[in-house]
């Protein structure tokens, strides 16, 4: 394992090399890609979302407060960093709908590995395609594809817009922590856009009475055969969950490229 951890971070360096990074940002890179890689597992586990910019802001704002970078290597530094905490989380995410349909982890880990080599081609692909569909103007505030994230990144590589209300959040949620209280989640629901938080506290409230209902049901079994009833309802509502997600993704592409396959036609 340590062997492993020392070969990524040798990697990773070298990656920050050939983007022109010097030798301290590179190795700040490295090291906090660590520490937000395990929050971003951390942040997943607790409410299955992974506000990987935001770890990657963290990380840009440490690299321009210890060394001179110009922005558009801060926008390199916060890509990487993104990027792998996005696989880290989405890594978890898969373990743990591996253990409830009992996949074999050594094989995971053998996919997760394929995948995440391959996934750097096909976003690019992806990304491609999804520009000769709707052109660099469907990107942005005003665009198909708002960006939320890519503009909240670009707004901090000029610096913090209000430091007094960066320094009350950080302390807040410092004493949050300590208090034992969701800060993670609590952060999130400020951060992200209105539509997304009503929708996850739409879904929970269907949560909340789908297992009403259940345990209403459950009340009239035996305690075993309720106690599995519990964990089979559970495991299919996540899986039911996950398809979900990623079905909306996958429809999302495929109507992209029948779009690139209609103006090719045309």
Request: aromatic fraction near 6%; glycine fraction near 12%.
């Amino acid at each position: 394992g340590g062997l492993a951890a020392l070969a990524v971070a040798a990697v990773a360096l070298l990656a920050c090399f050939a983007l022109g990074l010097g030798a301290v940002p590179s190795v700040i890179v490295v090291l906090l890609a660590f520490v937000t890689c395990a929050m971003s597992a951390q942040s997943v586990g607790q409410t299955g979302i992974d506000p990987m910019e935001i770890f990657g802001l963290i990380v840009l704002l440490a690299v321009a407060a210890l060394s001179d970078v110009a922005q558009v290597q801060l926008f390199f530094v916060a890509g990487v960093v993104a990027v792998a905490c996005g696989l880290a989380g989405d890594i978890m995410n898969d373990f743990k709908a591996g253990h409830v349909l009992g996949t074999d982890p050594r094989a995971q880990w053998i996919g997760q590995a394929v995948g995440g080599v391959l996934g750097a081609v096909v976003a690019v692909a992806v990304m491609a395609v999804l520009l000769a569909a709707y052109g660099p103007d469907a990107f942005g505030l005003q665009g198909t594809f708002v960006a939320a994230q890519a503009s909240v990144v670009a707004t901090m590589v000029a610096g913090i817009p209000s430091v007094p209300a960066f320094l009350v959040g950080l302390a807040v949620g410092f004493a949050l922590y300590l208090l034992g209280a969701p800060a993670m989640m609590l952060g999130l629901g400020i951060y992200l856009p209105f539509y997304m938080s009503l929708t996850a506290f739409l879904g929970a409230m269907a949560k909340m009475a789908y297992d009403a209902v259940c345990a209403r049901r459950r009340a009239k079994l035996p305690p075993d055969e309720a106690a599995a009833r519990l964990k089979a309802q559970d495991e299919t509502g996540l899986v039911v969950a996950s398809g979900l997600l990623g079905g909306e993704s996958v429809v999302g592409v495929v109507i992209a490229l029948a779009a690139v396959a209609a103006g090719l036609g045309a």
